[in-house]
């Protein structure tokens, strides 16, 4: 029997508000999702897609003789610019849908509208959601590149996986996990489907591993002073993301409607107060104030309000970024430092700009101590490179500055070379002085790696021309105190 089954598929969206997700949602559609109709005893027999316009509405035409349901996925785009939000749960995992009721083709052509609701525990609209915002960020990033790739997101409510963006996911593909609130309390716990913000620091976060470079070691933070390789990745990325929805307050909501919601977390990037500790290139949150303002006030950009004399065009902003991932020297190790040097040498920023930005965040540009102080240079049969660290002096012991020595190695030609790292702490444990040795390549690839509880490591490794990271990494193995530690590094 040959009909025509039409509809419009439609999606319940909670805003962020100071006070936490509003209890009342908004009704969208569900713009460029996959339709499929599916055979009604068999829920793998497709007999037809198509998906839905920018406002929703899908037609398709089929010739059946047998019953059948309409289904919609969380996946939209072609070719290799895909996004599809995956239920975390199923095994193996799947795209989530929004099904309806079984139709008869008795009744021939009909219409068959979906709707996917934020009522828990399926909490459909939240799949689709998460998709709406990709989608809206990869259109506006979407002009600066010829192609993004695909992207997929694994989430489902009670998945309480830390929200992060994996370069490569279960799929192989990059991959970003966002938190769904706790099973047992999903009421009262943390959900990321509805928060935009979060969504656009982890989309941008894709961005920079794909589109950039990040020569950040990863790890755990909280608005404490990073390394300034940290403090920028994770600074640049909320302000890149937010700015492409001209999302000006940065908000982390906890808990959901008909329990306790509130925000946990917020930061206006135009004027709010910034938070954590560390001043300029050490403190995330600075970044973010100082890339904003980079953005602010251009065409297609937020709009400025406080004045800075910066604003460029998310375009060429966003081409001087993508040229970070082929940056040689110098600030070929990528900090703000390195994205600010960039702009001026791509003609969109000029140094005095520079500097005032960064006189706001109370640092200078060029960073105090010459052109490029960070990491310090590591040279092959040259002077060793001495520090001392404490991974609790700071806030953050693994990704502070108290608790990494890290310096840049960079060969001419190809080599293999040894590295020295002699713990030169008097009265020596393990518990309280131990030190990792690692190299890097600026993809974040450990080469080679030295731990274990000897008080003196070394490695030797085969190295193509390039710059290379080497790290000492103070891990006193969670001892909640530990002793200052004096190393010296060396390449003989």
């Given at each position: 029997m040959a009909l025509t089954i039409s509809g419009q598929v439609t999606f319940d969206r909670l805003a962020t508000t100071p006070a936490g997700l509003a209890s009342t949602p908004t009704v969208l559609p569900a713009s460029l999702v996959v339709i499929e109709v599916v055979r009604h005893n068999n829920i793998n027999a497709v007999v037809g897609t198509t998906t839905t316009d920018a406002v929703g509405n899908y037609s398709i035409n089929l010739n059946l003789d047998h019953d059948f349901y309409v289904r919609a996925r969380a996946q939209s785009g072609t070719g290799p610019d895909i996004d599809r939000v995956y239920h975390q749960r199923t095994a193996p995992l799947i795209v989530h849908a929004q099904c309806g009721p079984i139709l008869q083709r008795a009744s021939g052509?009909?219409?068959?509208?979906?709707?996917?609701?934020?009522?828990?525990?399926?909490?459909?609209?939240?799949?689709?959601?998460?998709?709406?915002?990709?989608?809206?960020?990869?259109?506006?990033?979407?002009?600066?590149?010829?192609?993004?790739?695909?992207?997929?997101?694994?989430?489902?409510?009670?998945?309480?996986?830390?929200?992060?963006?994996?370069e490569v996911g279960p799929n192989g593909r990059p991959a970003i996990y966002l938190l769904g609130g706790t099973l047992a309390n999903a009421t009262n716990t943390d959900h990321d489907e509805f928060d935009e913000g979060v969504i656009c620091h982890e989309w941008a976060s894709f961005l920079q591993l794909t589109q950039s470079r990040d020569n950040n070691f990863g790890g755990v933070h909280a608005g404490e002073e990073l390394l300034f390789t940290a403090s920028y990745s994770e600074g640049v990325v909320t302000a890149i993301g937010c700015a492409l929805l001209d999302l000006r307050v940065y908000r982390d909501t906890v808990g959901y409607p008909g329990g306790s919601t509130s925000v946990q977390f917020e930061f206006d990037l135009e004027s709010g107060t910034i938070p954590g500790s560390g001043t300029g290139y050490g403190n995330e949150f600075r970044n973010s104030r100082a890339v904003w303002d980079l953005l602010d006030g251009a065409a297609g950009a937020p709009t400025d309000t406080d004045g800075d004399p910066v604003a460029i065009t998310p375009a060429n902003f966003l081409a001087s970024f993508a040229a970070l991932a082929v940056r040689g020297a110098p600030y070929e190790i990528c900090w703000l430092a390195s994205l600010l040097q960039q702009l001026i040498d791509d003609g969109f920023l000029n140094q005095t700009d520079a500097n005032t930005l960064m006189t706001g965040q109370g640092a200078a540009f060029p960073p105090a101590g010459g052109a490029d102080p960070f990491p310090a240079e590591l040279l092959v049969g040259g002077p060793a490179q001495t520090g001392s660290l404490n991974a609790f002096a700071g806030a953050n012991p693994i990704l502070g500055p108290d608790a990494n020595g890290v310096f840049r190695l960079t060969l001419a030609t190809p080599a293999s070379i040894t590295i020295n790292l002699a713990n030169t702490t008097t009265g020596y444990t393990p518990a309280?002085?131990?030190?990792?040795?690692?190299?890097?390549?600026?993809?974040?690839?450990?080469?080679?790696?030295?731990?274990?509880?000897?008080?003196?490591?070394?490695?030797?490794?085969?190295?193509?021309?390039?710059?290379?990271?080497?790290?000492?990494?103070?891990?006193?193995?969670?001892?909640?105190?530990?002793?200052?530690?004096?190393?010296?590094?060396?390449?003989?």
């Open positions: 052509s009909q219409t068959a509208n979906l709707h996917a609701a934020f009522t828990l525990p399926e909490n459909r609209a939240g799949a689709f959601a998460v998709l709406d915002t990709a989608q809206r960020l990869r259109a506006s990033a979407l002009p600066s590149f010829a192609s993004l790739g695909p992207l997929d997101f694994l989430w489902c409510t009670g998945e309480s996986k830390a929200t992060g963006t994996d309280g002085h131990r030190l990792e040795l690692s190299v890097h390549d600026l993809d974040r690839n450990v080469l080679a790696l030295a731990d274990g509880n000897n008080q003196n490591k070394s490695v030797t490794v085969g190295l193509a021309a390039g710059t290379y990271l080497v790290r000492v990494q103070h891990r006193p193995d969670g001892v909640a105190t530990s002793a200052l530690t004096d190393f010296s590094v060396t390449v003989p």
